[in-house]
């Protein structure tokens, strides 16, 4: 039996709900031409934050501020949080809906510039938790110096990971789709990793360093 995938995420998002300030952040960000994180994404990315309580953390992709918030409602107000972006008004946006939304006392570190550059600047080993939201030939890029940034037992997030139903459809071979898909097998194949792939949005890939506790 066919199952109506849109009608499901519809639901889930009314399920999950959206806040005012994230609903702002998203109807901005169509005028800034980039892609906000979806509802359900951002719930399962609070979610997520709240279970790892990290205490340091990286944003690649500010945007206006939809994954921003959504980090920020999950970590301990003693965390920090290193958001990176190559535009600097859209982050601004991101920083007064911060406020709006109760919460500027967290701490908050924003860094406007290319993505990769700033990114290899960054401390290896000293993060607990990355999150990258990014177009598919930066994230293909930016993986492994996201996790190389992570300490042991980090947790590294990419959204967009199935780019909709496209990496999934064999049927379509856009230069994105296809490295989605070799960066998604390169990964399967690599030891010292944990993963799961949510068919979340636009897809959610979850990546944690180390083996995990062993089975028997």
Request: proline share 6%; hydrophobic share 40%; glycine share 10%.
């Amino acid at each position: 039996m066919a199952r109506d995938w849109a009608a499901s995420a519809r639901m889930a998002d009314d399920y999950n709900g959206s806040a005012p300030v994230d609903d702002a952040a998203r109807s901005i960000a169509h005028e800034f031409r980039r892609r906000a994180l979806p509802p359900t994404s951002s719930a399962t990315l609070t979610l997520l934050t709240e279970l790892l309580r990290p205490a340091s953390a990286i944003e690649v992709g500010t945007g206006t501020g939809t994954a921003t918030l959504a980090l920020l409602r999950g970590m301990p107000r003693s965390g920090t949080l290193t958001s990176i972006d190559p535009d600097g008004d859209a982050q601004e946006v991101a920083r007064e809906l911060i406020v709006h939304a109760g919460l500027a006392g967290h701490r908050v570190r924003m860094i406007t510039g290319e993505p990769a550059a700033v990114l290899g600047r960054l401390a290896e080993r000293s993060y607990d938790l990355v999150v990258v939201d990014a177009e598919p030939e930066l994230t293909v890029e930016l993986v492994p110096h996201a996790l190389r940034r992570l300490e042991d037992d980090g947790v590294l997030v990419v959204s967009r990971a199935l780019q909709g139903g496209d990496v999934a459809d064999p049927a379509v071979r856009t230069p994105q789709a296809r490295a989605l898909r070799r960066m998604l097998r390169e990964l399967g194949e690599q030891s010292g990793l944990r993963r799961l792939l949510l068919p979340v949005d636009e897809g959610l890939l979850v990546l944690r360093k180390g083996e995990g506790p062993s089975r028997g």
